[in-house]
Nanobody, 117 residues
Framework: QLVESGGGLVQSGGSLRLSCKVSTSSFRFYQMSWYRQAPGKSRDLVATITARGDTSYVESVKGRFTIYRDNGVNTMYLQMDNLKPEDTAVYYC?????????????WGQGTQVTVSS
């Protein structure tokens, strides 16, 4: 089970930190990602962190968002700074268990982020 938290309403230029807590004893083997979905649009990848800690970002958030994880508390984070109105979306976390041969993926329920101009 993946549970997101930390969304809310913020003014342009502000910051938010999203959290995604994973109920599993195998979190350290999970590749974790953040996706977002704006109204009427597809769900798009924002950032990924591998089990090893390597990170990648979509171009539009580079330099503003930071993805990181704390394996001690089974939680992944997304620090979002200098937020823009175009960042408004429902943010979802996804976990992929790389320990298993089938590499199953699991999704959280989403958390709303709204950036006002």
């Amino acid at each position: 089970q993946l549970v997101e938290s930390g969304g809310g309403l913020v003014q342009s230029g502000g910051s938010l930190r999203l959290s995604c807590k994973v109920s599993t004893s195998s979190f350290r083997f999970y590749q974790m990602s953040w996706y977002r979905q704006a109204p009427g649009k597809s769900r798009d990848l924002v950032a990924t962190i591998t089990a090893r800690g390597d990170t990648s970002y979509v171009e539009s958030v580079k330099g503003r968002f930071t993805i990181y994880r704390d394996n001690g508390v089974n939680t992944m984070y997304l620090q979002m700074d200098n937020l823009k109105p175009e960042d408004t979306a429902v943010y979802y976390c996804k976990g992929q268990n790389m320990e298993l041969s089938t590499k199953p993926s699991y999704w959280g329920q989403g958390t709303q982020v709204t950036v006002s101009s």
